[in-house]
């Protein structure tokens, strides 16, 4: 076993119930124990009967103590047993010596191996119950959290459902593919006010506490924008919901896109990568950045936001860094120039095929470690450009 391995199974063994852990060593101490009266009974059982006892006890404590060492990955108590497993033969041996041997004849030795053959076959009896006792609990244990983990990737697959739609000038699409059951990347859309939000969110870590984070952060924004007509302060709004709730460790990165009722794009950005714009009229695809903290890292932040022109025929992309930032063998990182071909040579390709193209292009590059979630925005050709009044920057 390598060490990574050895250390990833001790994560199972520090989980374990104290009740689970005391009977697994029960079942480890009958079954070493009845090893030493099976060797006894070979050796023509000729110590004393309170010898092999104390061999059954020493032999037994033994194998306990490199179980727990083993299983909780204890080097060095492991290597102190080296010497502890050294004078315990020869102290044996030394009672061995010391104790002298039981009248030899044939009756007393049968009578003696019929005690420690009987008690061989309790110890390994016992053992095996207490095995068997031991899998059934872990199992049903690990059943049940198998089972509330799928649950949890149920209802992850119902809050992020796949998002395909067109509103007045916009096609929008959008698809999150978590690397476990339960993700913690998030792509929705809400028609608001006379118009929309599209926005993608990437909540830090993975496993079910990053899942119950953004199933908080779709809450918050659903409320958010169903409320005062969907104006305010959109990330503000949802930094100020998350930041008290959020575990210190934990924060949010989001990028999300505004469109009102004139069809005029706003973009802002908390910690999230950069938007890749496709513009269609220089078939060239820029890199769109707003700077902002993301959510729960600093109560009572503004966030700054950016008019986007954007012109018919052209795409809008937002990415998770669990695309951006996949790793091939040689811990290459994919990065985005090769997302920027794809946005270039699918102009023409309904969006859902370069969203499938995006992600392929990451899977091909390496083995898939986060979640990866793709948002597509689409002005459709024929539709007219709002011009951007006014400064393009602003606090919200």
Known sequence: MSMSSWKESAKFWKSLPRRSLLIFLGGVFCLFGSLALVISIMNGATEQVWVAMVWVASTGGLAVMW????????????????????????????????????????????????????????????????????????????????????????????????????????????????????????????????????????????GVPAGVLMGMVKSAARMHLSSANGTGEFLECLNAVLKPIAAPHMY??????????????????????????????????????????????LPDIRFASRILAVAPGDTLALLTDGIIETFDARERELGIEPLKAILTAGASQSLNVVAAAIRERALRHGPQVDDQTVLLVRRLRGASTPTPAGDTIRLE
């Not at 102290?91 to 019929?114: C, I, M």
């Open 67 to 206: 179980a727990w060492c083993g299983v909780y990955r204890k080097i060095k108590p492991m290597i102190a047993l080296f010497p502890v497993q050294f004078l315990s033969s020869n102290v044996l041996g030394w009672l061995l010596s010391w104790s002298g041997k039981p009248p030899a004849d044939a009756a007393s030795v049968h009578q003696r191996s019929n005690v420690e053959g009987s008690g061989a076959l309790a110890l390994i009896v016992a053992g095996y119950v207490l095995f068997i006792l031991f899998f059934r609990r872990e199992g049903r244990r690990y059943f049940a959290a198998h089972t509330e983990i799928a649950l949890a990737g149920e209802i992850h697959r119902s809050l992020v459902p796949e998002v395909s739609r067109r509103i007045g000038d916009f096609e929008i699409y959008g698809i999150s593919a978590a690397s476990g059951e339960v993700g913690g990347d998030l792509v929705d859309l809400i028609e608001s006010g006379g118009g929309w939000v599209a926005y993608i969110a990437d909540v830090s870590g993975h």
């Open 252 to 297: 949010a990165t989001v990028g999300y896109l505004k469109c009102d009722a004139h069809g005029e794009i706003r973009l802002s950005l908390a910690g999230h990568p950069p938007l890749l714009h496709y513009q269609d009229t220089s078939k060239s695809v820029v890199e769109e950045t707003v700077e902002n903290f993301p959510l729960a890292m």
